[in-house]
């Protein structure tokens, strides 16, 4: 388990524990991993100069712009205050796996080498669904060339790789085995 995920883990138990304020919770975790997207507050977040005052003052811009509820605002607190502000958009997005997770939601990453068909995309995520049994399943495609043609789907900490070029990778590794 990663460092993120530990974080996104205890940020939501906290936040599950005041039912009133969890959808304003969820809803400012959404709104803050865009932001963090942005390549300026990117750097902000990563540049290790910042004192620890400055890391303090930008958790709680970040707080305010967001409106977050008490727990998302602690974590940024805790966060600055540990000098990993760095991992922020790896928390936010461990936080919305987990969340989508307790609700029965798989969040799945699909690498290709040309866009996939809205058939593809029902015929895979039926298959992610049935597999995982959950509720409904969310693509995130991702087209790679390189790939040469098949997929790659990343979901429940499973890699399912149909591509040409992990194909080839593992004939590759086979061939070195036996020379």
Do not use: C
């Amino acid at each position: 388990m990663s460092v993120a995920t530990r974080y996104a883990k205890a940020a939501l138990a906290v936040a599950q524990q005041d039912k009133a304020s969890f959808p304003q919770f969820a809803n400012a975790v959404a709104t803050l991993a865009e932001a963090v997207k942005a390549p300026d507050v990117l750097a902000g977040l990563q540049n290790p100069r910042l004192t620890a005052a400055q890391r303090q003052q930008l958790a709680s811009q970040m707080h305010q712009a967001v409106k977050a509820p008490k727990a998302l605002a602690n974590l940024l607190g805790v966060l600055a205050g540990a000098r990993r502000l760095n991992i922020l958009p790896a928390v936010l997005a461990a936080l919305q796996q987990e969340m989508a997770a307790q609700a029965g939601i798989v969040m799945a990453t699909v690498q290709t080498a040309q866009p996939l068909t809205d058939t593809q995309k029902i015929t895979l995520k039926v298959q992610i669904k049935t597999h995982q049994q959950a509720r409904d399943v969310q693509l995130l495609e991702v087209v790679r060339p390189d790939l040469v043609g098949g997929f790659r789907a990343f979901f429940g900490g499973l890699v399912w790789d149909t591509s040409i070029l992990g194909g080839l990778n593992r004939l590759k590794a086979s061939l070195k085995q036996i020379s």
